[in-house]
């Protein structure tokens, strides 16, 4: 930031920067690592690599982005939908927006470039957020199955048959925007329809479309680069 805060404005300015860089940020991390807020510098490479924020610097526009759709989507579904259920739809937008962001920042797309097919899936699987919509009454099952299915299905597909192949972000990019558009479309009328396209497009154009490294397991065992 350029503005270092002058006079009366210094105290107020390096206040906030130091609850925004350190406080803020530091707390983020620990939102998914269970981790208290005084992480240890040995813990943050696995952290850095879970959260899909490889270095400080792409914290910034990562959590900037997530910050900014969370407060939008959560005071929109909170003025229509109650308090709740925009809590509920601020946290989602933050996840997911955060990490569409993270998965195509170059430094982070490096360090899941690293990591073998078992650990992609899992992340990939881990990503229930489509059941959330109806268990609290928006949208149905098996719409959120359908979103789940796609992109654990297609990601499944872009590991075993282009695992390395330089074709493989274009690929998923073009994959995730078809999707991405038909569940918009599918959506139609429906409560925080904004989620099916953001997923898609972070899990598959984002996650799914990072090529594997040389080196890195694979379910097929395959040791050479395509």
């Known amino acids: 930031m350029g503005f270092r805060g002058r006079g009366i404005l210094a105290a107020p300015y390096s206040l906030v920067r130091e609850w925004y860089e350190d406080t803020y940020f530091w707390t983020e991390l620990s939102r998914y690592s269970g981790a208290m807020k005084s992480l240890k510098p040995q813990s943050l490479d696995s952290l850095k690599s879970l959260l899909g924020v490889a270095d400080r610097e792409a914290a910034v526009p990562v959590l900037g982005a997530a910050s900014v759709s969370a407060l939008a989507v959560g005071l929109s579904a909170g003025s229509r939908d109650g308090a709740v259920k925009g809590a509920v739809a601020a946290g989602l937008a933050f996840d997911l927006v955060g990490g569409l962001v993270a998965l195509h920042?170059?430094?982070?797309?490096?360090?899941?470039?690293?990591?073998?097919?078992?650990?992609?899936?899992?992340?990939?699987?881990?990503?229930?957020?489509?059941?959330?919509?109806?268990?609290?009454?928006?949208?149905?099952?098996?719409?959120?199955?359908?979103?789940?299915?796609?992109?654990?299905?297609?990601?499944?597909?872009?590991?075993?048959?282009?695992?390395?192949?330089?074709?493989?972000?274009?690929?998923?990019?073009?994959?995730?925007?078809?999707?991405?558009?038909?569940?918009?479309r599918r959506g139609r009328g429906r409560r925080n329809r904004w989620l099916g396209p953001v997923l898609l497009l972070k899990l598959i154009s984002g996650h799914a479309g990072i090529r594997r490294s040389g080196g890195a397991p694979s379910l097929l065992g395959e040791g050479s680069s395509q």
């Open 105 to 184: 920042w170059p430094s982070n797309r490096r360090a899941f470039a690293r990591k073998g097919i078992p650990e992609r899936l899992l992340f990939t699987g881990l990503h229930v957020q489509p059941f959330v919509l109806p268990a609290i009454g928006q949208g149905t099952w098996g719409h959120a199955a359908r979103r789940y299915l796609t992109a654990l299905g297609v990601s499944v597909a872009l590991e075993l048959l282009v695992p390395r192949s330089r074709l493989r972000p274009a690929i998923a990019t073009a994959a995730a925007a078809v999707l991405a558009v038909e569940d918009w």
